[in-house]
T-cell receptor
Framework: AQSVAQPEDQVNVAEGNPLTVKCTYSVSGNPYLFWYVQYPNRGLQFLLKYITGDNLVKGSYGFEAEFNKSQTSFHLKKPSALVSDSALYFCAVRPLNTGFQKLVFGTGTRLLVSP | DGGITQSPKYLFRKEGQNVTLSCEQNLNHDAMYWYRQDPGQGLRLIYYSQIVNDFQKGDIAEGYSVSREKKESFPLTVTSAQKNPTAFYLC?????????????FGPGTRLTVL
């Protein structure tokens, strides 16, 4: 089965410290991977995606993610967290063997950045 | 939230009523999608459409219906057959035809059954 796991329901970090939000995937073949962020009662905002090439992907708002094929992971990172980064983060995967543009989402990780 | 609008923002429904959620996009995207979001469950695909006058069921289509008469519009009807319709509903759109295409989301509609 194709799936995405976000093992942490919540991540707490102090402002100014580095943050990591974890994501692992299980799909057939090479996946396309995405990160989205959701603020309360809002839609999802696209942060970044991995298609091919460099394993380190840079995205919006200073976020980056590292694709690790051997560990089937795509962790989201930021060198210095801001209080305004507090939100719900979703990892998603698009398996290449599907006939349409389906995205499989993880259950989300809530990030809380304390002042 | 870009060029995707959803209305209304909040919707209350009585048991046994059908309700229709609106989704409009001005991004000139061919593909449109409806997702349902429940706490702790991530997003689940209800229906999607890759072209006008064509749509396909997603993972949880039972109790829902859609139409795609215009490229810009993809309304979702939540019927009385949907057993547990209270949820946050998200519409998305993307270019079609490319595996790398990103889906962009609207602001969502929160439906509550009274």
């Amino acid at each position: 089965a194709q799936s995405v796991a976000q093992p942490e329901d919540q991540v707490n970090v102090a402002e100014g410290n580095p943050l990591t939000v974890k994501c692992t995937y299980s799909v057939s073949g090479n996946p396309y991977l995405f990160w989205y962020v959701q603020y309360p009662n809002r839609g999802l905002q696209f942060l970044l995606k991995y298609i091919t090439g460099d394993n380190l992907v840079k995205g919006s708002y200073g976020f980056e993610a590292e694709f690790n094929k051997s560990q089937t992971s795509f962790h989201l990172k930021k060198p210095s967290a801001l209080v305004s980064d507090s939100a719900l983060y979703f990892c998603a995967v698009r398996p290449l063997n599907t006939g349409f543009q389906k995205l499989v989402f993880g259950t989300g990780t809530r990030l809380l950045v304390s002042p | 939230d870009g060029g995707i609008t959803q209305s209304p923002k909040y919707l209350f429904r009585k048991e046994g009523q059908n309700v229709t959620l609106s989704c409009e996009q001005n991004l000139n995207h061919d593909a449109m999608y409806w997702y349902r979001q429940d706490p702790g469950q991530g997003l689940r695909l209800i229906y999607y459409s890759q072209i006008v006058n064509d749509f396909q069921k997603g993972d949880i289509a039972e109790g829902y219906s859609v139409s795609r008469e215009k490229k810009e519009s993809f309304p979702l009807t939540v019927t009385s057959a949907q057993k547990n319709p209270t949820a946050f509903y998200l519409c998305a759109s993307s270019l079609a035809g490319g595996w790398e295409n990103t889906q962009y989301f609207g602001p969502g509609t929160r439906l509550t059954v009274l």
